[in-house]
């Protein structure tokens, strides 16, 4: 069994700040409580996670397709969803130090983790997560809205416009990737807890009938993902819901963890939740969403097995996973060993020195790998400093130009986990890389 590293968050969330993964939002102005931007190779492995998840998801299944749903919702739907009235953290005040805190979240009820004071409570009150704004041109006189806290129902509300716009019947899924919003009061642990978060979800719509089936169908196929894409299988858990943990309309829950610096955390949570959401949706909509099989002759609302992933909490993980540290040559050596599908940058191109005499040709073979990976360029600082610099950011692959390639026609491509090199023609360059990557 695995156990904590919590040296291991310091590592990384420094890494991430100095090579940009991640900034702290409005750093500049003092910076915004739980709120996070994604720098220029942050973007880019986020983007490559999404990617990834999409693929799996979508692309390569027949069953499934996509949705883009609006982030602002009305009242109605989030009624008919129940966060309305049960979206809440139960929330207390310390009298003494004037902090707010999740009281499910505290380790003694009665004391303060901020000042140490026990007995400055406040009573308990219900604290809705969902952020409120107005939708119209006069402040306080415009419809009220709300920014959705998941993205899930938006695949609710349109599984009959997905029905019947597309040749699709249960069992059939409707995916997206998109933002969601929740005033968590207790955010924290860098990107994993955050009131604004990306995330990649599905609702798989089922037979009744079937829905046990497909819920541990889903359970496999979702842990397994993560392993394909670097994490090892040990460091990762399914952890079955208890009963008094389930959702009131969960039919069955399982959490997929991480062991975090911290200990296990979500990564990604798959439940069967029966016909609720339909239903609900159904009465406070007025409008059937049911389905009618021409085949038996029945009709039935859907079951739902829902697979929601965090993007932001999975791309974290994928980085403490992928973390490591080695010995080169007598030096310690930070090395990301992701998979190639999730690195931000697949290759670089490093002309062994800045004279014009090498330009030329590494300009050449960055436009040649360009239109295939996403490709860095680096000329600057010794070889081994702009090596070091890559196995830090998780390039898998570098590409040295030097002055020997102006005779021979032939360049050095550096591995970035065994350090190895090989001397590859220019011209079989972009086939040895993309085949080295998709290996």
């Known amino acids: 069994m695995p156990t904590p590293d919590p040296a291991l968050f310091d590592k990384v969330v420094n890494l991430c700040k100095r090579r940009g993964f991640v900034y702290p939002s409005a750093e500049i102005y003092g910076g915004f409580r739980s709120t996070y931007d994604y720098g220029p190779l942050g973007s880019l492995m986020l983007r490559n996670v999404k990617d ?6 979508v692309q390569l299944r027949h069953d499934v397709v996509g949705l883009d749903a609006s982030i602002l919702s009305p009242p109605k739907v989030w009624e008919a969803s129940g966060h309305l009235a049960n979206f809440t953290d139960p929330l207390v005040d310390c009298t003494n130090c004037k902090t707010r805190h999740r009281q499910d979240n505290l380790a003694d009820p009665d004391k303060c983790p901020s000042c140490g004071k026990t007995d400055t409570f406040t009573e308990a009150r219900a604290f809705n997560l969902m952020f409120k704004t107005e939708a119209g041109p006069v402040e306080g006189a415009g419809a009220e809205v709300y920014l959705r806290p998941e993205t899930a129902q938006g695949m609710f509300i349109n599984c009959k416009n997905v029905l019947n716009t597309t040749r699709k019947w249960p069992p059939f899924g409707i995916a997206q990737i998109g933002k969601s919003f929740r005033n968590e009061i207790t955010p924290g642990n860098f990107v994993f807890r955050t009131r604004e978060f ?151 191109v490093l002309p062994l020195s800045k004279k014009d005499v090498l330009q030329p040709l590494a300009k050449q073979l960055l436009a040649q790998l360009q239109p295939h990976v996403m490709t860095e360029y680096d000329e600057t600082q010794a070889i081994g400093r702009r090596y070091r610099r890559q196995d830090e950011i998780g390039t898998p692959l570098c590409v040295t130009v030097d002055f020997d390639s102006l005779e021979d026609n032939a360049v050095t491509v550096r591995d970035r986990d065994t350090t190895d090199q090989v001397r590859i023609a220019v011209d079989d360059v972009v086939a040895h890389v993309v085949d080295r990557l998709n290996a």
């Open 52 to 57: 990834a998840w999409w693929r799996s998801m």
């Open 198 to 348: 990306e995330q990649m979800e599905l609702e798989f719509f089922v037979p009744p009938d079937d829905a046990e089936e497909w819920y541990e169908y889903w359970l496999k196929e979702r842990f397994d993902w993560y392993v394909d894409l670097g994490i090892p299988p040990d460091l990762l858990m399914l952890r079955p819901h208890d009963e008094d943990e389930l959702s009131h309309y969960s039919l069955g829950t399982a959490d997929i963890e991480f062991m975090f610096p911290w200990g296990w955390g979500e990564l990604e949570g798959v439940a069967n939740r029966g016909d609720f959401d339909l239903k609900q949706h159904s009465e406070h909509a007025n409008e059937k969403l049911e389905y009618f099989d021409q085949a038996t002759g029945e009709r039935y609302v859907p079951y739902v097995i829902e697979p929601a992933a965090g993007a932001t909490r999975s791309m974290m993980a994928f980085l403490m996973a992928a973390y490591d540290e080695d010995e080169i040559n007598g030096e310690t050596r930070t090395v990301l060993r992701l998979d190639p599908r999730l690195a931000p940058y697949k290759v670089a």
